[in-house]
């Protein structure tokens, strides 16, 4: 089916406002991640699904960042009261199983935060 | 845990020219490894990989790489690069068993003619 899909492509926002963004992993897919992508930074692990199974949150930078996967398919990342530095690239990527396919990620084109 | 080390930041290349892009890695486990690339304004995808077998490993449009676990790298080759290689490349570990995904800080390869 489509390839992944995230929404907004683009998003500029007032510092200390909330905001959501979307990720619709391909079809069949059970495993989600989100990755954060900053200017000359690699990209950082924020938080894993995988199935039914508790999230993997290790990466989730503080507890302004929240994240969703509802009936295993669409995910939400949500990040309250932004600040600056949480402007970036929020990348989304599913596989069929993290563990089947070891590292077989596959990419949405990203959410461009911008915080005011 | 595991990290991954890119060493160059930005390899500038003219056309037709081979290229190297290094990449060192760190695990306390077996690993596997992965080079994804980024083209401007598309999404990351999948360029080569290694998951256990033959240390060299190709991938598409041309590229290779070797594992070398004496010396923890798998770098990226090109014999001959295009233009259209202008891109960033991600190299990425993930442990054996494991589910996370690691990747580097990127290079971007300017390829000029």
């Known amino acids: 089916g489509a390839g992944v899909s995230q929404s907004p492509s683009n998003k500029v926002t007032e510092k200390g406002k909330d905001v959501e963004l979307r990720c619709d992993p391909i079809?069949?897919?059970?495993?989600l991640y989100w990755y954060r992508q900053s200017l000359g930074q690699g990209l950082e692990f924020l938080i894993y699904f995988q199935g039914n199974s508790a999230p993997d949150k290790s990466g989730l930078p503080s507890d302004r960042f929240s994240a969703e996967r509802t009936g295993g398919s669409v995910s939400t990342l949500t990040i309250q009261r932004t600040q600056q530095e949480d402007s970036a690239v929020y990348l989304c990527?599913?596989?069929?199983?993290?563990?089947?396919?070891?590292?077989?990620?596959?990419f949405g084109e990203g959410s461009r935060l911008t915080v005011l | 845990a595991q990290s991954v080390t890119q060493l160059d930041s930005q390899v500038p290349v003219f056309e037709e020219a081979p290229v190297e892009l290094r990449c060192n890695y760190s695990s306390s486990v077996s690993v596997y490894l992965f080079w994804y690339v980024q083209y401007p304004n598309q999404g990351l995808q999948l360029l080569l990989k290694?998951?256990?077998?033959?240390?060299l490993v190709k991938g598409i449009n041309g590229f290779e790489a070797e594992f070398n676990k004496s010396q923890t790298s798998f770098h990226l080759r090109k014999p001959s690069v295009h233009i259209s290689d202008t891109a960033e490349y991600f190299c990425?570990?993930?442990?054996?068993?494991?589910?996370?995904?690691?990747f580097g800080a990127g290079t971007r390869l300017f390829v000029k003619a």
């Open positions: 990425a570990v993930l442990d054996t068993g494991g589910f996370k995904t690691i």
């Open positions: 290694y998951l256990s077998g033959s240390t």
């Open positions: 079809s069949g897919h059970t495993a």
């Open positions: 990527a599913s596989s069929l199983d993290g563990r089947e396919e070891p590292g077989e990620l596959f």
